[in-house]
């Protein structure tokens, strides 16, 4: 086992907090469908990175705006087997208010529905895809999370699935935990530490005058 200290926390969502594998894996399936594209690369790429960076990259010929708009409209519909991640009610029940924020690739509306369908809490800061002008890899997303918790971003640690997610959590120059919840371990060496999912991730008060936590990971 091992600790970290941080004053904050900045939590990615989906892989991190909600589980919506099924969810995103058979909306690309449907867009892959209607475009006559192998599905396949496009799932390999989609995790952790906005809708519209995953679009430009995969069809830059298309109406970005347009499919975005489906595609976010189609996950908003599909809330079928949108549960929780392992550990994560356990340590928001654990976070004040104050503590927490996420950070997603997504849009405002679909995580704020993937929140309520897994049963967990609306962070009073929610970074969503609409209010950063970089998606991940970029650190903007993390850097906002922080402001909105009026912490700098070395006092927080970051909860990433992915590699492009972790990038942007060391980029911004958070500490950053990887979970091999999407990716297996060998992909998120960059992380400060790795483990396999917030069911190993344990939060105590290092001192109530100073508002550090203790994070014990393993």
Not at 142 to 150: E, H, I, N, T, W
Not at 173 to 183: E, N, P, R
Not at 195 to 201: Q, T
Request: hydrophobic share 45%.
């Amino acid at each position: 086992m091992s600790f970290l200290k941080c004053r904050g926390f900045l939590f990615d969502m989906d892989g991190v907090l909600v589980n919506s594998h099924a969810v995103v894996d058979r909306t690309w399936r449907r867009w892959a469908a209607r475009h006559a594209m192998d599905p396949d690369p496009i799932i390999a790429v989609a995790h952790g990175r906005r809708t519209s960076d995953t679009l430009r990259d995969i069809a830059p010929h298309l109406d970005i705006a347009a499919e975005v708009q489906w595609l976010d409209e189609a996950e908003r519909d599909d809330l079928d087997g949108v549960v929780a991640m392992p550990g994560a009610v356990a340590i928001l029940t654990h976070l004040p208010g104050v503590a927490w924020a996420v950070v997603t690739s997504c849009g405002d509306a679909l995580a704020r529905a993937r929140l309520e369908a897994a049963g967990l809490p609306i962070p009073r800061v929610l970074i969503a895809s609409e209010r950063i002008d970089r998606g991940k890899p970029f650190p903007d997303g993390y850097l906002a999370g922080a402001r909105g918790l009026r912490l700098a971003p070395t006092d927080c640690i970051v909860f990433e699935d992915t590699p492009p997610g972790i990038q942007a959590g060391l980029v911004a120059g958070a500490q950053v935990v990887g979970l091999s919840t999407t990716y297996d371990a060998g992909h998120l060496t960059a992380a400060t530490r790795v483990v396999r999912d917030l069911s190993e991730v344990h939060v105590g008060r290092a001192g109530a005058a100073t508002g550090d936590f203790h994070v014990l990971l393993g």
